[in-house]
């Protein structure tokens, strides 16, 4: 049996923080939980403390902090508790973390994430938005330190899946080597995929968070709803497996099983499919190159009436264009395009604007900031500010 993995969840909170201790949960004797943390969500931090144990627990708020260590004093447990962007990293860096799950939504995750990487951990990533942001300096960073990066997103897991075993490694073996043509990213195409046009200028948060097939954070509701999410996956998938963007195609699969592909040069076409459920690609990349039970049901087939595929309406989508587009851009795009996103998000899921003026101020803020060169992660934070503070002034929001 392999040696017990020490796992620091970062948003043990959210769906993906959930759904990854769910899996832990099920393999005692395989993980163990180092450190948890949390933004605002105190009271399930200390429910998941008490049961998990950790070394450490973080919240983002100090007063939260002192709080928490509080009440997990009164219940005699150990844990220490951190706080703010300085606890993230240090126990995403910790010498004695194996695994860091990095399932912090948006910008916010970029530091934590990153100080695992050059910690030179086993990175699991679910935080998109970090290699969106910064996937050169991301890439290389892992690589200079050794880390071992696996992705969590479904159709990133899947393509892994669908890769030879070498390009798994990152063995340092030509791509060409492997004949691979075209890498297929599915999308479900989110609650709006047939609602008509005209309506989509009405359509509620609550309408945009109910998705047909996946359970998820709010953020990255709306993001499905817009296919912003896909455009942000694109710009992941071109990162994690240095592949050109004329290679990286998107295809609608509203079932949703199908969950990605690879096309090889001799026609075969690779998928990995399975129910629409995160524990799946959570378990794959704890356990990998082994596997583990995830919990979750069994694939049946013939219960399945059809599985169908479209290419995606571009004038329904138009956030699924501007990612593209981003990709032939340079990387200071992609950073002012998420950060962006991420406003515009925030102020829809806030009744401030409506889901139309998401795609419409993220393509006037992209032509709003000059391109510039991208060194470091500093480079890439300060970027994200900005576009922040020029996105709130232009759709009138003041903090
Ligand atoms: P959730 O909103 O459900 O959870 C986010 C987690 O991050 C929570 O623990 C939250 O704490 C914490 N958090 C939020 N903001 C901050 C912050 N500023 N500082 C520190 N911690 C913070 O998100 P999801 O789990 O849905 O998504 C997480 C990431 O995984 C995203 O990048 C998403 O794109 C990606 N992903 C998610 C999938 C899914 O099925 N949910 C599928 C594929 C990718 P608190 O609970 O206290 O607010
Ligand atoms: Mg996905």
Redesign the pocket.
Known sequence: MAAVQRITVL???????LNTLDVVRRHPARFQIFAL?????RD?LLTLCLEFKPRFAVM?DAADAQWLAEQLQQARLSTEVLSGEAG?CAVAAHDEVDTVMA????A??LPAAFAAAQAGKRVLL????ALVMAGAIFMETVKQAGATLLP???EHNAIFQCLPVELQRRDNVPQAHHGISRLILTASGGPFRTLPLAELAHVTPEQACAHPN?S?????SVDSATMMNKGLEVIEAHWLFDFPPEQIDVLIHPQSVVHSMVEYCDGSVLAQMGQPD?RTPIANALAWPERIDAGVARLDLPQLASLTFETPDLQRFPCLQLACDVLHAGPAAAVVLNAANEICVAAFLARQIGFLKIAETIARVLDQIPQRALATLDDVLELDQQTRAVTRQRLGLNT
Do not use: F, H, P
């Open positions: 948003g043990a909170t959210g769906s993906i923080g943390t949390a933004q605002r969500r399930e983002s993230l399932a912090i939504v948006g916010a995750g679910a935080n998109k938005e969590i997103d479904s996946w998820m954070g709010q953020k990255i995160m």
